[in-house]
């Protein structure tokens, strides 16, 4: 896609003069919907390659890109849900606020699914917690990798979710970089978004959401259309398409495991999660790693959360070694600060 924008906008097939939003006329690729540039609402061109490659590469019936991050999709999915007789959805307490809003925004149900907090963090639910789930809701909503990087039970849930015969959707916010295993969240649900740009090298806001089956194919497109915006950002979509093809990199995954056996990190499941227990000194830590240029991901008052990407350096990874080398590691003080995207926990 960026590629063949380039040419239009270099004026190599022919020139280009912006008498078009936006209003800064031409700044890189920022265009908008044009003749040659496609419509996301009706894509027939470029961004209908893009959507296609995405969809086969995220092994999807159809995908769609989107450029108002995965909370978009999460509406978008739920919308469709509602639009096939879903009233109430289960989902884990400590799901993503925009899981809490769509329930508000659509008037479906919420049913919360406990989760044990232990050692401070809100743990993935058990299988007699979603069965009991499934039993009274009319659909299924998990969050896999979750923020601290553990994984849904997602083939549990599957099962469950065939027994019942009860729809499940996927936030995977976090974990687009999973498309390339078997713990990606396409190879389990009906519907799932992929924050694209949280995991993999997409500008900020770049998303996919996705269905795999034909029969979701037209509620989860009315929802698309329901809750994208109709000024989609070229840079933004360009970015998912160039970031979902972006190869593995594997070395960063080894390096990243290996970096959390050397520095006693907790053994979550996603090596591009890794978190550190600072206990009392959480926040002296990160003040003391900010000050060394470091940025965290989050903390939470007892843990530290470095977040990785295919992107990060293996220099990096051993910047952040010495510095952690460093740096005092207390004991958890109470059940610390859930991060602050939940409302629910
Ligand atoms: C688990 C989870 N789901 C959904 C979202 C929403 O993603 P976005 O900010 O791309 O809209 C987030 C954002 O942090 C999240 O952590």
Request: net charge negative; aromatic share 8%; hydrophobic share 40%.
């Amino acid at each position: 896609m960026r590629l063949y924008i380039r040419e239009m906008l270099d004026g190599q097939r022919t020139p280009h003069i912006s008498f078009h939003t936006p209003g800064h006329k031409r700044s890189g690729e920022d265009i908008t919907e044009l003749g040659y540039s496609d419509s996301l609402l009706t894509p027939t061109g470029v961004l209908l390659a893009a959507e296609r490659d995405v969809a086969e590469i995220l092994r999807a019936r159809r995908s769609f890109l989107l450029t108002d991050g995965s909370t978009c999709g999460i509406f978008s999915m739920l919308y469709a849900l509602k639009l096939r007789g879903v009233r109430s959805l289960a989902f884990p307490v400590s799901s993503h606020r925009s899981v809490y809003n769509a329930c508000r925004a659509l008037g479906l149900e919420p049913v919360l699914i406990p989760q044990e907090v232990r050692e401070g963090i809100p743990r993935q639910p058990t299988e007699e917690a979603l069965s009991a789930a499934a039993e009274r809701a009319d659909a299924l909503l998990l969050t896999s990798p979750d923020y601290y990087g553990f994984l849904a039970p997602m083939s549990v849930a599957k099962e469950i979710c065939r027994i019942h015969a009860k729809p499940l959707v996927i936030d995977g916010a976090h974990g687009s970089h999973l498309h390339f295993t078997d713990m990606y969240a396409g190879n389990f649900a009906d519907m799932w978004v992929d924050g694209v740009h949280k995991s993999l090298p997409a500008l900020t806001q770049g998303a996919v959401v996705s269905c795999k089956a034909e029969a979701w194919e037209g509620p989860l497109t009315e929802g698309v259309k329901t809750f994208r915006t109709t000024s989609p950002s070229y840079p933004i979509m360009a970015s998912v398409e160039e970031a979902v093809k972006f190869p593995r990199n594997e070395d960063i995954e080894r390096a990243a495991e290996a970096f959390k056996r050397a520095f006693g990190a907790v053994r979550n499941d996603d090596w591009t999660k890794i978190l550190i227990l600072f206990g009392e000194h959480a926040d002296g830590a990160q003040r003391a790693l900010e000050e060394s240029g470091v940025y965290p991901e989050f903390n939470d008052g007892n843990y530290l959360l470095f977040y990785l990407s295919p992107c990060t350096k293996e220099s990096e990874l051993e910047l952040l070694g010495e510095i952690l080398k460093g740096l005092s590691r207390g004991t958890r003080i109470g059940a610390g600060r859930i991060p602050i995207y939940s409302e629910g926990v």
